[in-house]
């Protein structure tokens, strides 16, 4: 099936430091999801991404996350500057259209903040 | 707000035994409901999805039926081979009020023996 790819797959930071997950979505899709999952625990929706900007938001997105697709390139989730509590999985995800469509998923970006 | 129970953490079984993943979900519009599968160190595939009340979404073995009356989405499959050992998640995307937000369920670990 269609292939969503996140680079890096795991990433070690010191508290405060910033970092960029990336995502290479699925070519032809113009929605772009991030999720959070905390180890153990379900997987949480952050924001969603079409035309440029930010569709939806949950209250896990906090003022220090940032998205953004410039150029049609990566889709980028920056966090700035980095919290102990922000250590968890992060799911990149795509879909083709908006309303109800399947999401395709990558592998995954594990992120450890020290 | 929107919600997706499964009250399973973790079902073991045999190989050809009967899989039955209990899933209800709650929200106040007309959702799509979703079954993704999770295998270890990959992002979540889809694997059901089903759009229409009272209708059914069968796949590789797998069926789920969408009760509006019992607001239930259960998943079964009628023999597990050890290769369907995974985390399987129930979901929902709203009708309305979301950009194709997807809402989780906890996450019910399948482990089968062989």
């Known amino acids: 099936g269609p292939k969503v790819l996140q680079i890096p797959s795991h990433q070690i930071i010191d508290m405060g430091q910033m970092v960029t997950l990336n995502c290479d979505p699925v070519?032809?899709?113009?929605?772009f999801y991030w999720y959070k999952q905390i180890l153990g625990q379900q997987m949480e929706f952050l924001v969603n991404f079409y035309n440029g900007k930010v569709m939806e938001k949950s209250k896990l997105f906090k003022d220090q996350f940032s998205v953004e697709r410039p150029d049609g390139s990566y889709f980028t989730l920056k966090i700035q500057p980095t919290a102990l509590e922000d250590s968890a999985v992060y799911f990149c995800a795509s879909s083709l259209g908006g309303n109800q469509d399947t999401q395709y998923f990558g592998p995954g970006t594990r992120l450890l903040v020290l | 707000g929107d919600s997706v129970t499964q009250k399973q953490g973790q079902v073991t079984l045999s190989e050809d035994d009967f899989l039955f993943i209990n899933c209800t979900y709650s929200t106040t519009t007309y959702p799509t409901l979703f079954w993704y599968v999770q295998y270890p160190g990959q992002g979540p595939q889809l694997l059901l999805k089903?759009?229409?009340?009272?209708n059914k979404g069968i796949s590789r073995g797998f069926e789920a039926t969408y009760d509006k009356g019992t607001t239930s989405f259960h998943l079964q499959k009628a023999s597990v081979q050890e290769s369907d050992s995974a985390v399987y998640f129930c979901?929902?995307?709203?009708?309305?009020?979301?950009?194709?937000?997807?809402?989780f369920g906890a996450g019910t670990r399948l482990a089968v023996c062989p």
């Open positions: 979901a929902l995307v709203p009708l309305s009020g979301s950009f194709n937000k997807l809402t």
């Open positions: 070519s032809n899709h113009l929605y």
């Open positions: 089903v759009t229409t009340a009272n």
